[in-house]
T-cell receptor, first 112, second 115 residues
Framework: GENVEQHPSTLSVQEGDSAVIKCTYSDSASNYFPWYKQELGKRPQLIIDIRSNVGEKKDQRIAVTLNKTAKHFSLHITETQPEDSAVYFCAAFGRRDDKIIFGKGTRLHILP | SAVISQKPSRDICQRGTSLTIQCQVDSQVTMMFWYRQQPGQSLTLIATANQGSEATYESGFVIDKFPISRPNLTFSTLTVSNMSPEDSSIYLC????????????FGPGTRLTVT
């Protein structure tokens, strides 16, 4: 079945700098890749997603890129702000498993 | 996206007892899911609950331990049976979005502590 690896597990970034979180997946048939942000004590929130027919998607300070050949996708946050501090989960919809598989998460700290 | 609520938001239970968690959605949805999130960990799918059929359980989760009901398109329950301290976790329901194209939205979660 699908396997999603996420790196790094922890990331500290100076406020105003950019943050990049990377994920790889194993199922070449996977076609949907969401990213969730989970603040402490809150529910995971879908912040951006990308489908396999698109290479890049942007929403304000957040962008996601997808490389189907290499089977990896990344989340880019520019001009980071204190409210970006959270745990971020990547995920992939495994068509063979017919379900979403989550990465282990990245704890992002924005330093003042 | 749909508005999803869960009850209770948290509970402390004694081992050997059972707790039923409710998930209510403000619109009709076909696919509902139950996840477990242990402290500091990722999200693990327990089962998929579709209205009018038996829930589909993931490997490592069984119906006797986690019975699920899905009586209509806006409501589902998850029961954690015969609890032990290892069941202490956050339990989240999620629903597939209106476009029914795999995006999922999560409820606020139920924080369960078993003593």
């Amino acid at each position: 079945g699908e396997n999603v690896e996420q790196h790094p597990s922890t990331l500290s970034v100076q406020e105003g700098d950019s943050a990049v979180i990377k994920c790889t997946y194993s199922d070449s048939a996977s076609n949907y890749f969401p990213w969730y942000k989970q603040e402490l004590g809150k529910r995971p929130q879908l912040i951006i997603d990308i489908r396999s027919n698109v290479g890049e998607k942007k929403d304000q300070r957040i962008a996601v890129t997808l490389n189907k050949t290499a089977k990896h996708f990344s989340l880019h946050i520019t001009e980071t702000q204190p409210e970006d501090s959270a745990v971020y989960f990547c995920a992939a919809f495994g068509r063979r498993d017919d379900k979403i598989i989550f990465g282990k998460g990245t704890r992002l700290h924005i330093l003042p | 996206s749909a508005v999803i609520s869960q009850k209770p938001s948290r509970d402390i239970c004694q081992r050997g007892t059972s707790l039923t968690i409710q998930c209510q959605v403000d619109s009709q949805v076909t696919m509902m899911f139950w996840y477990r999130q242990q402290p500091g960990q990722s999200l693990t799918l327990i089962a998929t609950a579709n209205q009018g059929s038996e829930a589909t359980y993931e490997s490592g989760f069984v119906i006797d331990k986690f019975p699920i009901s899905r009586p209509n398109l806006t409501f589902s329950t998850l029961t954690v049976s015969n609890m032990s301290p290892e069941d202490s976790s956050i339990y989240l329901c999620s629903v597939e979005g209106a476009s029914r194209d795999h995006e999922q939205y999560f409820g606020p979660g139920t924080r369960l502590t078993v003593t």
